[in-house]
């Protein structure tokens, strides 16, 4: 099959994902009046503890196997590069651009951070059915599909939710920290040898908390630090951890769905009784399934309703930190993947299975994760601007994910 009869394979789900996508940005108008911001809000929570909950878990049931998790262990490497990678580029497009310090977390989030859940359940499905899809029979196709963007989606969140979140958590204390008033900043910057300390934790200096701000950061000669514990000393380690990781995102509904997932799937017992046509308690996973199918729907309704935000806002972005942030997804981050997972392909680290491996290079080549307005909303900082590098970047996803899954299917023949 040649590029362009690939490359309009490839254009088939992306216009599908156009076209439901525009329905929602639609729906989202005053004009329409459907899909405002607190239907949207509603429809995510539904979304997010149901939907995604049943489809993750039903697929992953079907398909993992004590031999295919053995199998898989190189795509939590591939997400992890992913990351690192691109917050090494957006480190070069923060130098570069010169972007203002409120904006730095968020164009590190937008680069290292890719939406590898939903874009991959709304496209594999997709290009699964079309006719000139080189990945085999549709029905196989679209269900280990379903689960290879299942499992990138949970090890997505997973990412985003420690590394990204902490990174904006962080670059937002600092710009909180320098807006302050001289006698806020003297408080906490007591020495230099505290400054990473201070980065490192969300501390509040209103004056409800000044000792709980004070005792970590001063030191005292009198204080006798043998005296202190190991148990002691362990717990407060582990509720600095607690604190710097938000452990209630991190085994998010998606999270939770892939353990029990792997659990039914990969023992036989609870296998052979969930899954199956001849299954005694087959109801249970068809009934997930069914309740499951809204969440591709759904979800790109709300990411057409949410790109309304950026279109109304006055909030301006610097062209050059867009160009940046496009030049990272779409150019940069997808070349680097294609030499990786090539070279993990030639030295037969990657399992031989084409579907898998396109997944494995589409994880490079996806728009920033949604849920970094999210995020940005949590810390009050960036949201705004947040939904106007989404106006730009996920509209030209349609082009670059498009040409991407071409030159990835051509290259896997």
Known sequence: MGLLELFITACMPV?????????????????????????????????????????????????ITMESMAKLWFMPVNVFFTFIFGLIFGWIVIKVTGAPPKLRGLILGCCSAGNLGTILLIIIPALCKEKGSPFGEPDACETYGL??????KAIGSVFLWTCTYNIIRANSEVIKVDGDTPASQTKVSVSDSTTDAVSGENFSISSDHVDECALPLIYSPTTDRTKVSFL?????????????VDLKKLFAPSTISVIIGFI????????????GESAPLRFLSESAELIGGGAVPSVTLIMGGNLITGLRGDVSVPRSVIAGI???????????????VKAAIRFAIIRP??????????????????????????????QSECSVIFVWVYPLASVAVAVWSAFFMWTLL
């Open 15 to 63: 216009l599908k994902m156009l076209l439901v996508t525009g329905v929602g940005s639609f729906l989202a108008t005053d004009f329409a009046g459907i899909l405002g911001k607190e239907a949207r809000k509603h429809l995510n929570y539904v979304v997010f503890y149901v939907f995604n909950t049943c489809l993750v878990s039903v697929y992953l049931a079907k398909t």
């Open 147 to 152: 689960a290879y963007a299942s499992l990138s």
């Open 232 to 244: 002691e000393r362990a717990k407060t380690f582990l509720s600095s951890v607690s604190r710097s």
């Open 264 to 275: 039914i799937g990969g023992t036989p017992l609870l296998r052979n009784a969930v899954i």
């Open 326 to 340: 496009v030049a990272v997804r779409y150019i940069l981050l997808p070349l680097l993947g294609t030499v990786l």
């Open 353 to 382: 299975d084409p579907l898998y491996q396109f997944i494995l290079l589409l994880q490079y080549a996806v728009p920033p994760a949604m849920n970094l307005g999210t995020i940005t909303q949590l810390f009050g900082m960036g």
